[in-house]
């Protein structure tokens, strides 16, 4: 497998637009239920802390802080689109389908309807090592979810 | 050493020998752990094959076959560091050693506290007001030990400053030595700096002071000749992984005068002179602080390894990985967003560079040069404190050896030249 099947480009571009990203600055509505998780790789140091409202049963906003590699950052770039605007019963859906994908060694192909830009994280179900970069905001959001929901 | 003999080495580990990625590899992460030579890989065959025995007990022929082995190997590792054979301890690795030590130090507490052992151990015992030295650079193996034997006893951790390029600060080091100092622990060369740190010079505050100096000397002995006694340390540690060695042996080196009087951490089997039903008496220095079944195979094959060394010669391995070091730095230095901890090229430093890529974090630069074959290690290097000092949370070491040439170094530098256009940093 190429580093470029690992390191898409809708990767490269999330790592670098961080949709999402700067919770300080961005105020949850007024009126939404909000969850917040801090997650944490001992390993290499990623961090990410994530916000999530939940208003009329539907994922409101998603704001973020972190710190990591491109891949860590372009998973929760990437998350924070799919999120907003689905229920939150589908969020758990997406949430289950892409960690079924991630941890499966490359064995579950990602449904691209469902999961839409995250399918291409599915490559990195291949490098055990950066599973849990990919995993890391998502962790976090399903967390924020339980918290919020 | 050049790159021709070199060459000739290669070809005693088989392991560098294969394509990674569809290219030749690449090794450059002998900090973390270092390959094996076939000499040592058959070391343990052979004692496998040949001599297999649980050592110090037994009448028969294989046992005392294997005593002698694991015993030689003994002196030849207290040799190979310019110590006295009861000085050599064996451990697992240098973490453990750190840890024995540093509970065989809180014991003494314990035994002179109920007026058990020697008189010296009210002397070697800490208690609160006690301080423990440290510096900003240490690898967590130096540092958390320490940190947990100051929480036992009551005593405080103190640390000595590192300035902005890395070298200790020892302008300041006089102040934070002092005679509340029980224990000074240092590393002699740093894991991520690449820098030597003035044993001489610390050690001898270290004794001013009364204080046991206590040397990691991980990144040192494998790479440079070391004398323990000349270096006037009262203990030092190290593991074989990072010198030839297979995983799972390791060494302290304790002054005989110490080692005599500290009571035991591991308590059980081989390690004892008379067991009653309610206490044990112990026997000296090394045995007891060998409780249960050694290590045996690979303290042979640890001798194996720093026979490989010595006959290279530690000058002339110490001598080419800093020309390595040398132009690693230089070539890093030279691409555009690279900061490369540590001293600048043209300063003393082992054959190591560790270096923040602008823009790319160190778990994708160490993917993209795995891709080309290249083996660095990425993270904090079990360095937390000194990377939170320096500003940073991750980042790339490249760490060579004896087996590495300049071609090694140079395709590693010409990857890195192309990580930022890559990630468009």
């Known amino acids: 497998m190429s580093l470029d099947q690992l390191y898409q480009q809708i990767i490269l571009d999330h790592s670098k637009a961080r949709h999402g990203s700067g919770l300080a600055e961005t105020e949850a509505p007024s009126g939404a239920s909000t969850g917040q998780s801090h ?85 990195v179900a291949r490098y055990a090592a950066r599973v849990k970069c990919a995993m890391i905001s998502w962790v976090a959001a399903e967390d924020a979810l339980n918290q919020a929901a | 050493m050049d790159n021709a003999e070199v060459l000739r080495i290669r070809n005693d580990f088989p392991v560098l020998n294969q394509l990674v990625n569809g290219q030749s590899l690449v090794y450059l992460d002998s900090g973390a752990t270092s390959q094996n030579p076939v000499s040592v890989i058959e070391a343990e065959q052979e004692f496998y094959e040949q001599r297999n025995a649980a050592v110090h007990r037994g009448a028969h022929h294989l046992a005392v076959e294997a005593t002698e082995a694991f015993e030689d190997a003994r002196q030849t590792i207290a040799d190979f560091i310019s110590a006295d054979y009861e000085e050599t301890v064996w451990t697992s690795n240098a973490t453990e050693g750190l840890n024995l030590l540093s509970y065989a130090l809180s014991n003494a507490g314990l035994w002179a506290a ?8 009210k002397d070697l015992a800490l ?36 300035a902005d390029d890395g070298s200790l600060r020892m302008d300041r080091a006089g102040d934070v030595i002092g ?6 622990a240092f590393t002699h060369a740093s894991n991520v700096l690449g820098i030597i740190n003035p044993v001489q010079e610390l050690a001898a505050l270290g004794r001013a002071a009364g204080a046991l100096v206590v040397l990691d000397a991980c990144q040192s002995a494998p790479h440079l000749p070391l004398d323990v006694k000349e270096l006037d340390v009262d203990f030092a540690v190290f593991s074989g992984h990072k010198m030839l060695a297979p995983t799972g042996i390791g060494v302290l080196y304790g002054r005989q005068e110490h080692l005599d009087v500290l009571p035991p951490f591991l308590t059980g089997g081989s390690m004892i002179t008379t067991v009653t039903m309610e206490r044990a008496e112990y026997l000296p220095a090394p045995q007891r602080f060998e409780a249960g079944t050694q290590r045996i195979s690979q303290a042979v094959a640890l001798a194996a390894a720093a026979n490989y060394l010595t006959e290279t010669g530690l000058d002339r391995i110490h001598r080419w990985e800093a020309e390595l070091g040398q132009r690693m730095v230089a070539g890093l230095e030279s691409i555009a967003g690279i900061r490369v901890l540590g001293p600048a090229a043209g300063q003393e430093r082992i054959g190591l560079a560790a270096f923040d890529v602008e823009g790319v974090h160190a778990h994708d630069v160490g993917q993209f040069l795995d891709s080309q074959g290249i083996a ?40 890195v030249a192309g990580v930022r256009a890559y990630f468009r940093a």
């Not at chain 1, 229920?87 to 758990?92: F, I, N, R, S």
């Not at chain 2, 990425?378 to 980042?395: D, F, I, M, S, W």
């Open chain 2, 376 to 415: 660095v290690r990425v993270g904090h290097h079990c360095a937390q404190p000194l990377h939170r000092r320096l500003g940073l949370t991750a980042t790339t070491r490249a760490s060579a050896y004896l087996y590495n040439t300049t071609d090694d170094v140079d395709r590693f530098l010409e990857a």
């Open chain 2, 114 to 121: 109920q007026g058990r052992g020697d008189s010296r151990l």
């Open chain 2, 127 to 162: 208690n609160p007001g006690d301080e423990i030295v440290v510096t900003e650079m240490e690898h967590h193996a130096n540092l958390i030990p320490w940190q947990e034997l100051a929480f036992r006893t009551g005593a405080t951790l103190r640390y000595i400053p590192i």
């Open chain 1, 39 to 123: 997650q944490l790789n001992p390993v290499c140091g990623d961090e990410v802390t994530l916000r999530l409202a939940v208003e009329d049963g539907k994922v409101a906003q998603v704001a973020w802080d972190g710190a990591g590699c491109s891949i860590s950052m372009a998973s929760a770039s990437v998350l924070t689109d799919l999120a907003e605007g689905l229920t939150v019963a589908e969020l758990h859906d997406v949430i289950d389908s892409f960690r079924d994908v991630l941890r499966s060694r490359g064995k579950v192909h990602a449904d691209p309807e469902l999961l839409g830009d995250a399918a291409a994280f599915e490559g």
């Open chain 2, 179 to 184: 005679p509340r100092t029980k224990v000074l």
